[in-house]
């Protein structure tokens, strides 16, 4: 099993700023990709960003230049910064996990969602 604890989120006027972060504890063994994904009322849930084992990224368009994905290997902790949020960026946002135990099991979990609201 696999924990996902998250934090960061809240309420923000439009152009300011969050950071998100994604705690993963548990039976981690390997981790290959960490990634946010939102969900708006009335919407489906979609990608905002991911970052794999090698770093790298990518990011849905509405968020590039704005949001920044990273994560701390050591502490496995995925963070999510948020610049020149707007309105249309509220949402509950979930961390995604997936990786491969250390008996090489494949696995993907997702976190329990954490509230951002971006006032106009």
């Known amino acids: 099993q696999v924990q996902l604890v998250e934090s960061g989120g809240g309420l923000v006027q439009a152009g300011g700023s969050l950071r998100l972060s994604c705690a993963a504890s548990?039976?981690?063994?390997?981790?290959?990709?960490m990634g946010w994904y939102r969900q708006a009322p009335g919407k489906q849930r979609e990608l905002v960003a991911v970052?794999?084992?090698?770093?790298?990224?990518d990011y849905a368009d509405s968020v590039k230049a704005r949001f920044t994905i990273s994560r701390d290997n050591v502490k496995n902790t995925l963070y999510l910064q948020m610049n020149s949020l707007k309105p249309e960026d509220t949402a509950v946002y979930s961390c995604?996990?997936?990786?491969?135990?250390?008996w090489g099991r494949g696995y993907d979990y997702w976190g329990q969602g954490t509230q951002v609201t971006v006032s106009s």
């Open positions: 995604n996990v997936g990786g491969t135990s250390q």
């Open positions: 548990g039976s981690i063994g390997i981790i290959n990709y």
């Open positions: 970052i794999t084992s090698s770093a790298d990224t």
